[in-house]
């Protein structure tokens, strides 16, 4: 294996593990706290990951550009001289952005809470925000160290620190969370304040991890700086308008989905105490916001891989001028999101009862909105894919653009259509404002390469097709189990249920793709050599 496709390897799995792990871990801890109190703890962390977004600035994306352009040239004293400067500044960034977010905790939790009926106090919320505010301190400064590794193709590095991270921030959150409630018979807020912080001790020991590799390929480093040639003096002013430059698309990317939270999280509560709904606002938004969001993030996994994979293929493509190669990787990417995102959907929201009552717990609520969420999870998969085409042909503005419009128009219409349609409506209106966004992605993308595409309107109904005959099948499979073993009150039917009717799903959706042959064009030559294996 080539040392590119190694090292893309094992930052690709050291992400995936780690996104895994952070979806794991809210089943236990939900257990612990229970959903009454799941609201609080989304409180925190929505400004939290937008005030990251800001405070890491697509640092190691951008970073580690910076570094491998530099260091192609031969010129390994810029890279060290961005290191050497960025350190300082990512230290001075994750301060400032800590104790913005710690002095905004207040005014954040005013603006939450809109009515005395709700479960959650000002000071409740505002507690929570200061406690997760601590880990700002320290996730930019790593940030930028890892970076400086993947410039230099260490991949390792990256994909252990995040994993360690992760792993030492869910063993604090869960141990600190259960001895809390259950040993010492704390407050929840005691408890999640204390699972906030976990990620503090995280980003601590991620840090940590990094230094033993600094240490360990210093050496190296040092070696390759000796014998640096001069590309032409960069000034400070150059390196950092240069990572400006490449940092800013992936921030908004990044923060797109916790800023249509964001909207929900303050004029939600809002919109249902004008319907007198107070009393339940909190719990339906920490359903919107955080349990079932849990869940329907989970096929949007796939598009984060595209994007990754595509900015340097497309832009490849189109600094060289190949324009058929990269309309054929536009048209399969478009095919192969739908392909495994659409049943993905559909499948969550057929099972969204089962779902929900094995992962957290019996609601009809929860399973209705899970029902409700899941088919977003397109939109949210599309718009990443979109915005990556276009960071690909340097048409970076237009991502800015079609985001603020999208948001502005979710702002616009949340709180009538939260009134009218209650969680649903602020749904609906994430939908709304997801379209806009995408539209224009598509329109731009259209008008600077003259993009369309029959096939993947073909392609596309197709797929459709498959999966309402897919559909289909999972629905008698539920309804005969339903007849033979009665509603799953319990977990353990509703596992069976669920891995009943998977099964079902993916051997029809499997045996008709591979039959008419779509699954071997979408996805390559091993699929053919599968489905040979089968006679198809």
Same mark, same amino acid.
């Given at each position: ?23 794991? !871990?809210?089943?236990?801890?939900? +257990? ?30 951008a970073?580690?550009?910076?570094? #491998? ?5 031969g ?5 060290r ?5 960025g ?33 959650f106090? %000002? ?21 930028l160290?890892r ?16 994993l ?74 150059s ?6 430059? !490449? ?32 009393? %339940? ?56 999101l ?25 609601? +009809? ?7 409700? !969420? #899941? ?9 990443q894919?979109? +915005? +990556? ?13 079609s ?16 009134? #009218?349609f ?60 339903v ?17 009943v ?36």
């Amino acid at each position: 294996m080539s040392s590119l496709m190694k090292g893309t390897a094992i930052l690709t799995i050291g992400m995936f593990l780690s996104k895994v792990l952070g979806l794991v !871990y809210i089943f236990p801890f939900y +257990a612990i706290i229970g959903q009454e109190n799941v609201a609080l703890y989304s409180y925190a962390y929505v400004p939290y990951t937008i005030m990251l977004s800001v405070a890491i600035s697509g640092a190691p994306i951008a970073v580690s550009k910076f570094v #491998a352009k530099y260091n192609s040239l031969g010129d390994y004293e810029s890279g060290r001289k961005l290191v050497r400067s960025g350190l300082l500044i990512m230290t001075i960034t994750g301060f400032l952005t800590f104790l913005a977010l710690y002095l905004l905790a207040d005014p954040i939790a005013h603006l939450v809470i809109k009515d005395k009926e709700q479960v959650f106090s %000002v000071s409740q919320i505002a507690g929570v925000i200061r406690w997760i505010s601590f880990a700002l301190i320290v996730v930019p400064f790593m940030s930028l160290v890892r970076g400086f590794f993947q410039g230099y193709d260490h991949m390792e590095p990256t994909a252990i620190s995040q994993l360690v991270e992760q792993i030492i921030r869910i063993i604090a959150l869960l141990v600190g969370s259960f001895l809390v409630m259950r040993v010492f018979n704390g407050t929840a807020q005691t408890a999640i304040s204390f699972a906030v912080f976990s990620a503090f001790i995280g980003a601590i020991a991620g840090l940590i991890s990094l230094w033993y590799y600094w240490r360990k390929l210093q050496p190296e480093f040092n070696l390759k700086l000796q014998s640096s040639v001069s590309s032409g003096q960069l000034s400070y002013k150059s390196i950092y308008k240069e990572v400006i430059t !490449y940092s800013i698309p992936y921030v908004f990317v990044g923060i797109a989905n916790p800023l249509f939270q964001l909207v929900d999280m303050l004029t939600f509560n809002t919109a249902m105490s004008n319907i007198g709904l107070a009393r %339940v606002s909190d719990d339906y938004l920490g359903m919107l916001n955080f349990t079932t969001q849990k869940i329907v993030i989970i096929p949007v996994m796939l598009a984060t891989g595209f994007s990754m994979a595509l900015v340097p293929a497309i832009t490849n493509y189109y600094t060289k001028n190949q324009r058929g190669a990269l309309i054929n990787a536009m048209d399969k990417t478009y095919q192969i999101l739908l392909f495994i995102t659409l049943p993905a959907v559909v499948g969550i929201s057929l099972l969204s009862t089962d779902i929900y009552h094995l992962l957290y717990s019996e609601s +009809a609520m929860g399973s209705s909105i899970l029902a409700t !969420y #899941a088919p977003v999870a397109i939109l949210f998969a599309l718009f990443q894919v979109t +915005a +990556a085409l276009l960071q690909g042909i340097d048409y970076q503005k237009w991502i800015v653009f079609s985001l603020l419009t999208g948001i502005l128009i979710k702002l616009a219409i949340n709180i009538p259509l939260i009134e #009218a349609f209650q969680t649903k409506g602020a749904i609906l209106a994430t939908t709304i404002g997801y379209v806009v966004s995408i539209i224009i992605n598509m329109i731009v993308l259209k008008k600077a390469l003259n993009y369309k595409s029959k096939m993947v309107i073909r392609r596309s109904l197709l797929i459709i097709a498959l999966t309402v005959v897919m559909a289909a099948f999972v629905i008698v499979a539920h309804k005969v189990l339903v007849v033979m073993f009665g509603p799953a009150h319990s977990k353990l039917l509703a596992l069976l249920y669920i891995v009943v009717c998977i099964s079902v799903a993916v051997a029809i959706y499997a045996f008709l793709s591979l039959r008419i042959g779509l699954a071997q064009k979408l996805l390559g030559s091993k699929i053919e050599k599968i489905a040979s294996k089968f006679g198809l």
